[in-house]
């Protein structure tokens, strides 16, 4: 594409050619090449002269050579419903910018699904499921949920994972082929779900209603033990702190560097659903127990980097907040964290050790900010009677930039 021309993208439902408006149908008949996933381009009548093209694979990578190759000529691309829900809509705004891109948006199976159950846009939470997992930072006894389907093996993956979790009273309704001839119902619970004797459509959504006990909430500081860990993570109270100071806001990227569990990174990204992470860990074992953790808290989107701080820091996206919980003590981690962050960006680093502490120290001295020593004591049996079981002293620096 040059820097002239534009690209029409038109979401169609399940109702396909037929219900799409006059013009929307005038500007794919007078297109000079129609970009969509098979399925859409199946529902368009033959235009004598006109190139299909499917999307390419893997998508975002493949977009700017395709496009290259469509210099000068009137593009239209196909998408589901409203491009911009979790669509190619986004994708293709990032790539080629607003003043770019015409959305012309059909009813998305989100509104339609809201629609056939009564339930208000604000009353539940929509997540694509890439990974079902995600639906574990949801998963508050009461709380609705729509859930974009990858295929048709996402309601039953979904229904096991619920069990799995506690959750198996919650009430699912499969939603299929919303807008289309071949609409599609089905209600039944999570532990019944293997019952269904119907199949599910390829295209469909499932409305949840969670059933089951609170197990974790979104604020800072969960318990340790809601991690698999070998003893490398920042324990609870001193990650609710140290959250407190990285102060996670929405859309914003935290690197996580010397990550051990990965449990700072993760409730960063609980915070809210649009919050970014990277973890940056050395130890492979550990940075697949990470991905684990991830998963299993609800973030299967936090992206771990297996390597060694600081030049694992080089070409990372630019962090809002960096989180310092290990490898402090390589030379230029401090330095490049430092270097890297945006301004009015936040750091917060860990020490516990003498030499460690002293560089925080140091760094205090230099730049400011705020230089804390935490000391955590636990209740615990002593003899017959309870003292109190100190933890090893951390010292905290916090640092906003201006």
């Known amino acids: 594409m040059s820097a002239a021309e534009r690209l029409v993208v038109i979401g169609i439902g399940a109702d396909g050619w037929e219900g799409l408006a006059g013009p929307a149908r005038e500007t794919v008949r007078s297109a000079d090449v129609v970009i969509g996933a098979p399925r859409h381009l199946d529902l368009l009548p033959a235009v004598d002269g006109q190139q299909r093209h499917d999307w390419p694979s893997p998508l975002r990578a493949g977009l700017p050579a395709l496009f290259a190759g469509l210099a000068g000529r009137r593009v239209v691309a196909l998408a589901s419903g409203d491009p911009l829900l979790s669509g190619v809509g986004n994708t293709l705004i990032d790539l080629f910018g607003a003043d770019r891109v015409t959305i012309v948006p059909a009813v998305s199976a989100v509104t339609l699904a809201r629609a056939r159950l ?43 994972l619920l069990v799995e979790r506690g959750y198996g009273a919650s009430r699912m309704t499969v939603l299929g082929d919303l807008g289309g001839q071949t609409e599609s119902r089905r209600e039944i619970t999570a532990e019944t779900f293997a019952s269904l004797k119907d199949p599910v459509p390829r295209l469909n959504i499932v409305a949840v209603e969670f059933a089951g006990p609170l197990l974790t909430g979104w604020a800072a500081g969960l318990p340790d033990d809601a991690y698999d860990h070998d003893g490398q993570l920042t324990k609870r109270d001193l990650r609710a702190s140290a959250l407190a100071r990285l102060a996670p806001a929405p859309g914003q990227l935290l690197w996580d560097v010397g990550a051990g569990a990965g449990s700072v990174g993760i409730e960063w990204m609980r915070a809210h659903p649009s919050c970014r992470a990277i973890a940056i860990e050395a130890d492979p074992t550990r940075a697949q127990r990470i991905s684990a953790n991830a998963r299993n808290l609800g973030v299967p989107a936090l992206r771990v980097v297996c390597a060694e701080a600081p030049t694992a820091l080089a070409g990372l996206p630019c962090p809002d907040a960096i989180f310092i919980g290990g490898g402090l003590s390589r030379p230029g981690v401090l330095d490049a964290c430092l270097v890297a962050l945006r301004p009015g960006g936040r750091l917060v680093a860990h020490a516990v050790t003498l030499e460690t502490e002293a560089q925080l120290a140091l760094a205090y001295a230099e730049r400011g900010g705020e230089l804390t020593r935490i000391q955590v004591e636990h209740a615990a049996p002593l003899g017959a009677l309870t003292g109190w079981r100190p933890a090893r002293a951390v010292t905290q620096w916090a640092l906003t930039l201006p």
Do not use: Y
């Open 118 to 160: 009564g339930w208000p846009a604000e009353s539940a939470a929509v997540i694509r499921a890439g990974d079902v997992h995600a639906v574990l930072r949801e998963l508050v006894p009461g709380r609705r949920v729509l859930v974009l389907s990858a295929d048709e093996t996402t309601p039953a993956q979904l229904a096991a």
